[in-house]
């Protein structure tokens, strides 16, 4: 029998932010909310879909309502570590070297088409993703906090791309598809080409303070035992599918766990409910997971979901 649990209405930050970034992404409430209980988490937010959609839109939205320095780049075959990161500059007349910031010395970082850059900046960028801070000649310098990722990809040009590895996709907290307006909000953003030119307008409406409280509370949030193991089993049955050639690592349960609190605080719970890893599933384990045969992925995860037995 399914528990029924009291509705709650979301936090006043997390409406505040959902309502600020729809108004420059319109009729996308869901993913809005998805991109929210990422930054919330903490973590590293993917988005896999085609051009012209929404996802600089996205991030930009995201940072600008909260007033947080933002940087984008546009990756390509020939970008470097150096352009990301930053590098030493030496001076002739003093005969010093200096550190030059990169942009990833921000909160938000838009790294647009992720896979059309080389491994050796990829991996660049995991070290920033992985632990919030850059190694240069053997020093090491912290990036800001808070340090949010958005990274896109194409789903279907492979031409002049570089598959993500595995050991970065799993720093992705979610993966999400941001895919095609509604013909009514298609309608209505066509007639204003305003999408950003509204993003420059928009007023911050919460602080990073405000921010990094909210990711202090999601550690309060309660998930009892029973439902982490219920997480575990998921992660266990990934393992061994015949249908799954790699499954969710620890790490990938932990990410569900972490998204899982981030969810329930932003629907104003103190606990984490079977809803949540339902809503989270796919997102949190999609990109986690290496299906065989050409398989999908998220089907596999509602197969395998609808298999395993909820908690009371």
Request: net charge negative.
């Amino acid at each position: 029998m399914k528990t029924a649990y009291p509705t709650q209405r979301m936090t006043p930050l997390a409406q505040k932010l959902i309502e600020a970034v729809g108004q420059s992404v319109h009729g996308k409430e869901d993913v809005i909310e998805l991109a929210v209980i990422t930054l919330f988490a903490g973590g590293h937010l993917l988005i896999e879909d085609l051009p012209g959609v929404g996802k600089t839109l996205l991030a930009r939205s995201l940072a600008q309502s909260l007033d947080l320095p933002f940087q984008r780049i546009q990756c390509t075959a020939d970008l470097l570590p150096s352009d990301l990161i930053g590098a030493q500059i030496y001076h002739p007349r003093t005969g010093e070297l200096t550190f030059r910031q990169g942009p990833v010395f921000t909160s938000v970082l838009m790294a647009d088409e992720l896979n059309r850059t080389p491994p050796r900046t990829q991996s660049a960028l995991l070290e920033c993703m992985a632990e919030r801070s850059v190694t240069v000649d053997r020093d090491r310098h912290i990036l800001p906090d808070p340090f949010f990722v958005v990274a896109t990809q194409n789903p279907l040009t492979a031409a002049g791309t570089y598959l993500l590895p595995d050991n970065q996709l799993d720093r992705f907290l979610l993966r999400i598809e941001m895919g095609h307006l509604d013909s009514e909000f298609e309608i209505d953003v066509v007639s204003r080409e305003d999408g950003h030119r509204s993003v420059e307008d928009c007023e911050p409406v919460a602080s990073k303070e405000e921010l990094l409280v909210a990711r202090q509370a999601i550690d309060a949030v309660r998930c009892d035992r029973e439902l982490v193991a219920f997480l575990v089993e998921l992660a266990n049955r990934t393992r061994t599918s015949p249908n799954i050639a790699q499954g969710v690592s620890t790490r990938g349960a932990q990410a569900l766990h972490r998204a899982c609190r981030a969810r329930a605080h932003v629907h104003g719970r103190d606990f984490v409910v079977p809803d949540d890893v339902r809503a989270l599933l796919v997102p949190a384990w999609a990109h986690r997971l290496t299906p065989r045969s050409g398989a999908n992925a998220a089907a596999l995860l509602h197969e395998i979901l609808g298999e395993t037995s909820l908690p009371d």
